[in-house]
């Protein structure tokens, strides 16, 4: 039975290859991707996934542009991260698709309203999209059969030291989203840092000669230059594509349900994912935290998923 999922991302090099997973993968049905700000503009997170597409000839997935900032705070791309164009790196040619007509919002909205409840959202970026969403319709909320995102941390952030990027961009839409009351796996950082790029990795894409599994090794030596200079990894964290992996086999994932609550009034903390990993919840919470990935079968399943693309 395939999953059908809506990938809402933020382009970004390692949104680029949870997106070559997500439309490849033989367990998963990509119904549409919906971009948003985050590592870069929503004009250039849009323009980046109608690029990917475009190289992978992925022609059947509508993509649509989304908020072009978080609900109240000012944006604040990652481009020290994913470089000014937020896919720097490899040369891609122009997209042969165009977006479609409706903006993220109205999209993931149409697509939820219609379906059987059978829906599960992939968030690989900020979570501005799906708030706006919920408050402009929240007829979809009951709509959404499960919510896979990568974002939070248990501990320690990556954008402060209390923050994981994706919430840290917008903690109020995170606050809205995590209060939602649907089945949601958070994959924190302390799991997609478990999903390194070794050489191995790169070795295993390139001696494919595919030109995916290429073009994706090149995008990934750019990401692991920029996490040597700024986070001294020997290795880059390939964190979005472990948001799609919850979804394709959720038994490879370890995760615990707690309440998680999003920080957004600390003067050092906003953005935290405050994990209650001790507490004893007075009603069932709805969050799951992933813990710990099975790695080997991780990179097997990236790995032949991108060389099987022609
Ligand atoms: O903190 C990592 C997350 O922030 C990833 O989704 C990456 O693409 C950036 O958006
Ligand atoms: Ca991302």
């Not at 977006?99 to 690989?124: C, F, M, N, R, Y």
């Not at 948001?243 to 038994?251: G, H, L, S, W």
Request: charge should be negative.
């Amino acid at each position: 039975m395939k999953h059908k999922i809506i990938l809402d991302c933020d382009p970004g090099h390692d949104d680029a290859i949870a997106l070559l997973l997500a439309a490849h993968h033989p367990a998963i049905d990509l119904l549409a991707i919906t971009t948003v700000a985050g590592n870069q503009s929503a004009e250039k997170t849009a323009y980046n996934a109608l690029k990917i597409c475009s190289l992978a000839q992925i022609h059947n997935v509508p993509v649509a542009m989304g908020m072009q900032s978080p609900l109240l705070r000012p944006a604040h791309h990652a481009a020290n991260i994913h470089g000014e164009s937020g896919l720097d790196g490899p040369d891609l040619p122009e997209p042969d698709i165009e977006l479609a007509p409706q903006h993220s919002v109205d999209l993931l909205i149409e697509l939820l309203l219609k379906s059987e409840g059978d829906i599960t959202l992939v968030h690989t970026g900020p979570l501005t999209n799906l708030a706006i969403a919920m408050r402009r319709e929240p007829a979809i909320i009951p709509k959404i059969k499960a919510i896979s995102l990568m974002g939070g941390a248990i501990g320690v952030g990556n954008t402060t030291p209390a923050a994981e990027f994706n919430i840290w961009f917008d903690p109020e839409a995170a606050k809205i989203v995590f209060g939602c009351g649907r089945p949601l796996t958070m994959v924190p950082l302390e799991v997609t840092h478990q999903a390194l790029v070794t050489p191995e990795v790169l070795q295993r894409l390139r001696v494919s000669e595919r030109r995916v599994a290429c073009f994706a090794a090149d995008l990934l030596v750019f990401f692991a230059e920029t996490y040597l200079r700024i986070f001294g990894f020997v290795y880059p964290p390939l964190h979005d594509p472990c948001a799609v992996a919850a979804v394709i086999d959720p038994t490879m994932l370890h995760t615990h349900r707690m309440r998680v609550e999003i920080e957004t009034k600390g003067e050092w903390t906003t953005g935290r994912t405050v994990c209650d990993i001790y507490g004893k919840p007075a009603q069932e919470p709805c969050t799951h935290v992933a813990y710990a990935l099975n790695v080997p079968w991780f990179w097997d399943t990236v790995i032949a998923t991108l060389l099987s693309y022609d």
